[in-house]
Every structure is written in C-alpha cells, then in structure tokens.
C-alpha cells in the first residue's frame, strides 16, 4: 500500500485518570485512519513524583506480558477498527520502570521500544532504555518509535532510518519549543515521514510547572509539513502520506545515504 491515512492525536490529559484519558484519546482517533499515534504517557499523564508513583500506573508490557488496561484498550480499538496504534505509557518491567511507547497492530501483536534520552526530571523516575531504536513491520511498510526529546539527538532518527524506517512514529509530551521545526530537518535529512503526536495544557505535581506546547504534526520526507495543530487545541492531525516520497532524492546525483562518508565522521 503506497498511500496511508495517518493522525497524530494531540490530547489533554488528566494525570492519573487513566480510564477518562483513554476514552478521551481514542475518540479523537477518525474512523478510516491507518495509523494513529498517541502522545507520551497519554492515558497517565507525564509529571510522575516519583518511581514508586509511575510504578503503581505502569504496566509490563514486553514480549509475552499482558499489559493492563492501557494495552488491553489500544488493542481492542485497534483490532475493531483496523487501525494501527503507537502510544507512550510507563512500562514496568521487574523493579524498574521505563517511559516506553508501543506499537499495537490490529492482530494484536506489538512492538516495544524505550525511551533512551529522558528528559530532565524524568532521569529521577524512569530508566533510560536499553533496546536500542528498533523498528517494525507495519501498514506495509516499517516504521520506527521514538519519544519526545529523542528529537534533539539527530542520531535517533538516523538510527531508525539506517534501519530501514520510512515512518518514524514520535509520541511526545514537548515542552522546548524547537521539535516541531526541528522534525522538518530530520524528515530531509533521513528520507522519512514523521507523525509527531503532542499533548496541550500543563502540569504541576512537583512544584515545577510544566507547559506542553501542542503543534502535533505530520511531515513529509521532502521536509513538506502536510498537517499541524495549533498549541491549545486537541484534536487529529490527519494526512494522507505517499510512501513513494521516500525515493525522491536530494539531486540525481546525491543518495542521502549513499553519500554519507562513515570513514570522515567521528561520533
Ligand atoms: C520530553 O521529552 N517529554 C520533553
């Protein structure tokens, strides 16, 4: 399938009324859409005081784990309404925890990925990820998952690219105001799609007050921005995206990846 209808959900989350926060989000998703993302820690909200609290709301979501009532709802809807789902939720996995996003296909099978760059205050809470920046078959194609602030290491998006990815799957809970822009850049200059999915309003758990920033988005891989949403507005970003845009390079003599030059770089 060359063209999929595609939505970044851009929510306001209630913290801790995770069955409130799941019906809200997933009403937001149009019927029709092929693939959805939803923001960081949607159904939980972000400003966990600390581990112990994001431990009571997360759920084991790794290969063969059953997950809670978050997974149990992205499946569901995804099974009902032939949808593909990426969302963040705080994973448990023994005693530790991670901010960790899924893929859930409408068979039900999933992919994990956790969040290696954690942003600020989260390092008091979560454990940076330890499963790379793997990618997966979905849709027709492959796409990759990245979380929020992962947008600032341009290596992220690389890594998914290099790996194959002409989606990259972004759910976020952005506070900086660059990602929305910067997002153009790593479209061009990897080849791919972005769907950014953002939360609006604020948090204050912790005596720090936190302001997300909206402008959920989608973008082409020439750096087109097809869709975006303004900064208090929940609601779908939806597009239809033309995976054969992915094969349009930057002259006829250029590959994006043809002419990097590993031997030149030290990173
Ligand atoms: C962020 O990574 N949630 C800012």
């Not at 399938?1 to 929510?11: C, E, F, G, K």
């Not at 921005?225 to 006829?252: F, H, S, Y």
């Amino acid at each position: 399938m060359s063209v999929l209808r595609v939505a970044a959900i851009q929510t306001s989350p209630v913290f801790g009324d995770v069955s409130g926060n799941l019906e809200r989000a997933l009403a937001l998703i149009p019927a029709g859409c092929d693939l959805a993302v939803l923001p960081e820690l949607f159904a939980t909200g972000y400003q966990f005081r600390d581990t112990a609290e994001a431990m009571s709301l997360a759920e084991e979501t790794a290969p063969g784990r059953t997950g809670g009532p978050i997974i149990a709802a992205l499946t569901r809807f995804a099974a009902e309404s032939g949808c593909t789902l990426a969302a963040g939720l705080a994973e448990r996995a023994g005693d530790r925890v991670f901010n960790s996003a899924v893929l859930v296909r409408p068979d039900g099978s999933r992919g994990l990925y956790r969040k290696v760059h954690l942003f600020a205050d989260e390092k008091l809470v979560f454990t940076p990820g330890d499963l790379g920046f793997p990618v997966f078959k979905a849709c027709g194609t492959t796409v990759g998952l990245m979380i929020c602030f992962d947008w600032i290491f341009p290596e992220a998006a690389r890594s998914l690219a290099l790996a194959g990815a002409s989606i990259l799957l972004h759910p976020s809970n952005l506070l900086l105001p660059w990602c929305p822009e910067a997002m153009i850049t790593r479209c061009q200059e990897n080849r791919v799609f972005a769907v950014t999915s953002n939360r609006i309003g604020s948090e204050n758990r912790t005596g720090t007050r936190l302001d997300f920033i909206g402008m959920s988005e989608v973008v082409s891989p020439l750096g087109r921005l097809l869709v975006r949403l303004g900064k208090e507005e929940e609601g779908a970003a939806v597009t239809d995206i033309d995976l054969a845009e992915i094969k349009q390079q930057v002259t006829p003599r250029n590959h994006i990846f043809g002419d990097r030059r590993p031997d030149q770089y030290r990173l």
